[in-house]
Every structure is written in C-alpha cells, then in structure tokens.
C-alpha cells in the first residue's frame, strides 16, 4: 500500500546503523510506523525531531508488516523553542501522549485539526491555555467527555477554583476550564490545578485501565508552574 500525506513526527528510535524506526501522526491515517532509511545522516537527523512537521512517502509489500518512508520537512517546530524549556516540553508531552493514546493507523482528523491549531498559536499569550484545552479535547475524542459545563452552577464568587464530583471522583478544577467564556485570574496555581486535573482524568480513563505508563514530560510539566 502506497500513499503520501503530511503529519507530525511523535517518536524515533535507530534501528541499524543508519536508519529509524518513527510514529508519525498524519492527517488522513492517523499514527503509523515506519522505517526511515539514512534517518541517521546529518541531512535528515537534522529534521527528523519530535514534534516537526514532515511529509511522507510510505510504501509497503506486505500491508501486515511495518512499511517504509521517505520523508521531506515542512516546517521545523521544535528548533524554534530550543531556549524555551516550558514550550520544549510541551511539545515533548503531546507527542509522547500521542503515541501512547491513539491506535495504529485509525485517523482522528478533530485531533490533528486541534493540533495544527494549537501549534498554529503556539506564540500567542494563551497558548498554554489552548494546550489545556488541547488535552481535554483529546480525551473527548478518544471517548471520555468531562463535559465541564454543566458544572457552571457550582461556580462560585470565593477564589478561582470549583470542586466537582466526576464518576464519584472528586476534583478541583480551575473556573476558566468550566466556563470557558471567563478567562480572568489565570494564574499559574490554576495552571498548575488545570493540568493536574487533565492528567488525573487521562491516568483515571486511559493509563491506569490499561497499565500504561505517563510519560515523564508531561510530569514535568506541572513543575514549571510551581
């Protein structure tokens, strides 16, 4: 099976002397592996990084085995945050969410049309809040909806937190993430609450289920907001 499509680099690992084995997250077959012949050379090693932007070729014999890519860059994100280590691990943390959460080759086109418009802001003074509500859409898509709206009448005027009951699991969640209209008093302890309740929702409905293990960037992520 042949075919071509754009998509987002989530992991390499080398395989040989001068090759890689990577996850692509693509726009029409969602995550698919493949082999990268020469991935190790100084031209490709020097785009082939987690979270850029590439275009592939993929072609296999055998549809039950791994195929093969060529790949070319469209755009080189991650060298762009080099010196911005919160950005750095963002990037880090939804590729290795990415990869472990979505199913082979099943395209989820919400998630990459998210994603693109997450990383199309990825400069804007609220890009962390997208990415926030980047995860809570990925956990929509892959069928869990907290649907946090219908929290609104326990909002209250005292602080900028709200405790909710979700599946007879309590939670604190920031107001802005129930009421999205209200963006005010965002600071980084709400941050730090937004993110700690995505991930106890995403190790709740996804990791914990299915003994997988949560990938540290996205750990260390919290820390940054401390």
Known sequence: MNWEDEGFLLSKTKFRENANIVNVFTSSFGKVR????????????????ISNKIFIFHSTKNVNKIGYFKTELIEAISPKYFNDKTRTTVLLSLSSLLNILLPESQPYKNVYKSLSNLLD?????????????????????????????KYRHNITDAGNLTNIKIDNIKYQVPNFLIDRENRTNINKNSIKVALN????????????PNNLIFPKSRILLENYFN
Do not use: A
């Open 34 to 49: 493949g082999i990268v012949y020469g991935g190790n050379s100084r031209k490709i090693r020097n785009y082939l990084q």
């Open 197 to 208: 309740f995505t991930r106890s929702l995403m190790l709740n409905k996804f990791f914990l």
């Open 121 to 149: 802001n990825f400069n804007s003074n609220s890009w962390m809040i997208l990415y926030i509500y980047w995860e809570l859409n990925l956990l929509k898509e892959l069928g869990f909806d907290p649907n946090l709206s």
